[in-house]
């Protein structure tokens, strides 16, 4: 049956939240989930496969080959709560895809004994910012003003695109408790229109999320990533600018006609 997750070690909470940080618009809900993974050193505990997965496989440092693969990483707390992080190197190519995948996932949550769902996702702004806001859309009035009270605002329109929005309006279907958090990011493209991590809106979505959480993170590894990326974004303008300027003064060149 696809999809298919691969349980590499059972887990049996008395009640789970669970968090879905899928790459996306600037990595901005895959960047904080796999930095809470890293620095709390979370177990991996699943795998899940599908063919709705692009159809291309990784290759490693060591020249072996890799699927593309989502992750279920997994903290255990204080009287059998668990917290279990769903991040992951894809999100399925196509709508069917998508929807099977956060079925799959969802089922096995509640078989689990979810409580919460909790996903990350962008907000692409072009308003100026030294610090991103963190938005968001709940399945609650109780919970949207939990997140109000942490200085979460709340959308009053707008779409969520992806797995990353789509499991919380399927959690509100499965009656399951849920809030997507969106932070801002300016969307920064490569000159091919690619899109680029964002590491800057990190510090932001962990505030919200790890007192959602109650969870404690070292930050200043974050600082240091920001600071790199902050370099490498005044490169890219500096060899942007460059660019742009040797094709200005090309243009204003004479032709000639022979």
Same mark, same amino acid.
């Given at each position: 049956m696809d999809p298919e997750i691969k349980i590499l070690k059972s887990i049996n909470p008395a009640e789970l939240v669970l968090v879905c940080g899928?790459?996306?618009?600037?990595?901005?809900?895959?960047?904080?989930?796999?930095?809470?993974?890293?620095?709390l050193k979370a177990e991996l505990v &699943?795998?899940?496969?599908? +063919?709705?997965?692009?159809?291309y496989v990784l290759i490693n440092k060591d020249g072996l080959v890799e699927l593309l693969r989502n992750e279920i990483h997994c903290l255990?707390?204080?009287?059998?709560?668990?917290?279990?992080?769903l991040s992951g190197n894809?999100?399925?190519?196509s709508p069917e895809g998508q929807?099977?995948?956060?079925?799959?996932?969802?089922?096995?949550?509640?078989?689990?004994?979810? +409580?919460? #769902?909790?996903s990350i996702a962008a907000l692409v702004t072009d308003r100026p910012f030294e610090s991103p806001s963190v938005y968001c859309s709940?399945?609650?009035?109780?919970?949207?003003?939990?997140?109000?009270?942490?200085?979460?605002q709340p959308l009053d329109q707008?779409?969520?695109? &992806?797995?990353?929005?789509?499991?919380?309006?399927?959690?509100?279907?499965?009656?399951?408790?849920g809030i997507c958090l969106l932070t801002e990011t300016h969307g920064y493209q490569t000159p091919t229109g690619e899109? #680029?991590?964002?590491?800057?809106t990190a510090p932001a979505t962990l505030n919200v999320l790890t007192k959602l959480l109650n969870l404690k993170v070292d930050m200043e590894p974050m600082e240091k990533r920001i600071t790199q990326m902050d370099e490498a974004f005044a490169k890219m303008a500096e060899f942007d600018r460059r660019v742009r300027e040797e094709i200005q003064q090309t243009s204003k060149k004479p032709s000639y006609v022979t």
């Open positions: 899928l790459p996306g618009m600037a990595y901005v809900g895959k960047i904080p989930v796999d930095y809470i993974i890293q620095q &699943g795998e899940v496969y599908s +063919k709705h997965f692009p159809p255990e707390g204080d009287s059998g709560r668990f917290i279990v992080f894809a999100q399925a190519f929807y099977e995948m956060v079925e799959k996932v969802l089922d096995w949550a509640i078989e689990k004994k979810v +409580k919460r #769902v909790i709940t399945t609650s009035v109780s919970l949207l003003e939990e997140a109000k009270e942490l200085g979460v707008g779409i969520i695109g &992806g797995e990353n929005g789509l499991i919380i309006g399927l959690a509100r279907k499965k009656n399951i408790e899109y #680029v991590m964002d590491p800057r």
